[in-house]
């Protein structure tokens, strides 16, 4: 399997290879590397498309301990140094947003854009916090099956494709599942920096999104000095991309076309 040893953990990566400009994909708390599904086998052909999991999720080996997303933004860099990639574009949902604007800020000359995916630059109000550490302690102490019923409902909304993410879920520790979601209550605001990310920016958004409401996204798209557009989602809750595929991957391939 393809690892990468980056700063005292072992990243799991997937590369399609070929010639085309990198593209590297971030996911979402809670998700992997396979909630790219519905993008990376439309944009293989014309890209170099790379996958990952991040800390405390999916495949990847870590020590388990607290992390920031400067960490993982520090992780993504250290992948593309493994990857003898001097450049790429970086497309995030949610934390892999996080961690993709500060890749941007940490190392700006490695990021040639971006596309920000249901993400935001602000820190957590107080009651998103206490609902994150009502999540935290209902895997910890009980496991997937205490927080699957409304957790789903809210990250994914379309119950098709419930079961496949709790199987997953059912599949790791309760304490790495609590422990990410530990970090994920954590991040810190970067809208005061947001003027020094000047690539081009593509801003896509769920305008049902619960966990990062729709005026975030907007705001999001107004700060970023490069953003070129903000893709409204219609009818879509936190993770477009996996459940909305139609109506975001003509406006991701047509972004990356031009400045990928």
């Given at each position: 399997m393809p690892y990468a040893d980056v700063n005292g953990a072992r990243l799991y990566f997937e590369d399609s290879g070929g010639?085309?400009?990198?593209?590297?994909?971030?996911?979402?708390?809670?998700?992997?590397r396979d909630m790219w599904v519905h993008q990376t086998g439309v944009l293989a052909g014309d890209f170099r498309v790379v996958v990952w999991d991040e800390r405390l999720h999916g495949r990847t080996e870590d020590d388990g301990k607290p992390y920031t997303y400067w960490d993982s933004a520090a992780d993504l860099t250290g992948l593309l140094d493994h990857l003898g990639v001097q450049q790429a574009a970086l497309v995030g949902h949610s934390q892999g947003g996080f961690l993709s604007m500060r890749a941007a800020?940490?190392?700006?000359?490695?990021?040639?854009?971006?596309?920000?995916i249901d993400t935001t630059s602000v820190a957590w109000p107080p009651e998103a916090l206490a609902q994150m550490r009502g999540v935290s302690e209902g895997f910890r102490g009980a496991g997937p099956e205490a927080v699957?019923?409304?957790l789903l409902g809210m990250l994914l909304g379309q119950p098709a494709i419930h079961d496949q993410w709790l199987a997953k879920w059912r599949a790791q520790p309760r304490e790495r599942l609590a422990d990410?979601?530990?970090?994920?209550?954590?991040?810190?605001?970067?809208?005061?920096r947001l003027g020094e990310i000047t690539v081009p920016a593509l801003v896509v958004h769920g305008d049902a999104d619960q966990p990062i409401p729709y005026p975030l996204g907007q705001k999001l798209a107004g700060e970023i000095p490069g953003a070129q557009e903000l893709v409204t989602v219609t009818g879509a809750g936190h993770t477009p991309n996996l459940t909305h595929p139609d109506q975001v991957n003509p406006a991701l391939a047509g972004f990356l076309r031009r400045y990928a």
């Open positions: 010639e085309g400009p990198v593209v590297v994909f971030s996911h979402g708390n809670l998700m992997d800020l940490l190392a700006p000359e490695r990021v040639k854009a971006l596309v920000l699957a019923p409304v990410a979601v530990q970090v994920l209550t954590g991040a810190d605001d970067i809208t005061g």
